[in-house]
């Protein structure tokens, strides 16, 4: 599905202020705080970052520290949403409100950015106590160590925003879509969970879009009420630093939905 973006979506403020003689050494503190963060690659390759401490079996993962609160009120939760390379949290966070009653977490292989999501959620859960309990961040690769955080069918929605093309054809075997790692992603989602992916970049849309139709265990939702329906539609096409981007620039994203199922289609393969 297309979507063409507009000026006013939400995008955060970014009016520029007249800066006086005080203003500049805290404006200054600002920028040394924020900088590192700019200066990081913009991805990372998956196939080679292998320094990650990581649980050997989902029963050996102790999740308290991501969500002391909330699994304090909840003890008998577990994680049910995925947003696989999270990025700056933008789709993690809005995620928080719009499924309260779920534990979300934004998985993330760059350290840094791991970092900032990091201490993005501890200071809005102080600055709001009653919320953001249920959102949380951790270094891993999930191309590698999803089956070692979840059980099989534990998840009920795995979110894919703008993933790395990989433009050149050799390094397509690190793109985070393929048929090996949708047989994982199918593991890992309950029977009727859903898989969102989203990209502004065409060709990598149409490779995503194609392996998930050629694998038998999803099929795509394609009522529109069904779609219209769904929160998490609005919060991928505008929620996420790369969608607001794409915004800026009046850019065009594609987006699809696909549901696990339980029976395994048949696939009609034609040359």
């Given at each position: 599905?297309?979507?063409?973006?507009?000026?006013?979506t939400n995008v955060e403020d970014t009016t520029s202020t007249t800066t006086t003689a005080t203003d500049k050494p805290q404006q200054q503190k600002r920028k040394k705080a924020i900088k590192p963060y700019h200066r990081i690659k913009a991805h990372s390759n998956?196939?080679?970052?292998?320094?990650?401490?990581?649980?050997?079996s989902p029963d050996k993962m102790d999740w308290s520290p991501?969500?002391?609160?909330?699994?304090?009120?909840?003890?008998?939760k577990r994680v049910e949403v995925a947003d696989v390379g999270c990025g700056y949290g933008g789709l993690t966070v809005s995620l928080s409100a719009a499924l309260p009653d779920?534990?979300?977490?934004?998985?993330?292989?760059?350290d840094k950015v791991v970092q900032y999501v990091d201490e993005r959620i501890v200071k809005l859960r102080e600055k709001e106590t009653d919320k953001y309990q249920n959102i949380s961040v951790l270094k891993t690769n999930a191309m590698k160590y999803l089956p070692n955080y979840f059980?099989?069918?534990?998840?009920?929605?795995?979110?894919?925003?703008?993933?790395?093309?990989?433009?050149?054809k050799a390094n397509h075997k690190r793109r985070i879509i393929s048929s090996t790692l949708l047989s994982e992603y199918a593991y890992v989602l309950a029977p009727g969970g859903l898989a969102y992916f989203i990209s502004d970049v065409e060709e990598l849309y149409l490779w995503m879009y194609k392996h998930f139709a050629a694998h038998p265990l999803f099929e795509q939702i394609e009522d529109q009420q069904i779609l219209l329906s769904d929160p998490c539609i609005p919060l991928i096409i505008n929620s996420s630093e790369e969608a607001r981007k794409v915004n800026r620039i009046d850019g065009k994203k594609w987006y699809a939905v696909?549901?696990?199922i339980t029976e395994p289609r048949i696939i009609n393969k034609t040359n």
């Open positions: 599905m297309e979507t063409e973006t507009s000026n006013n998956p196939l080679s970052d292998n320094d990650f401490n990581y649980p050997v991501h969500y002391p609160q909330f699994l304090k009120d909840h003890p008998e779920q534990m979300i977490l934004g998985m993330e292989i760059r059980y099989k069918g534990q998840l009920q929605k795995i979110f894919f925003l703008f993933p790395d093309p990989h433009f050149k696909f549901r696990r």
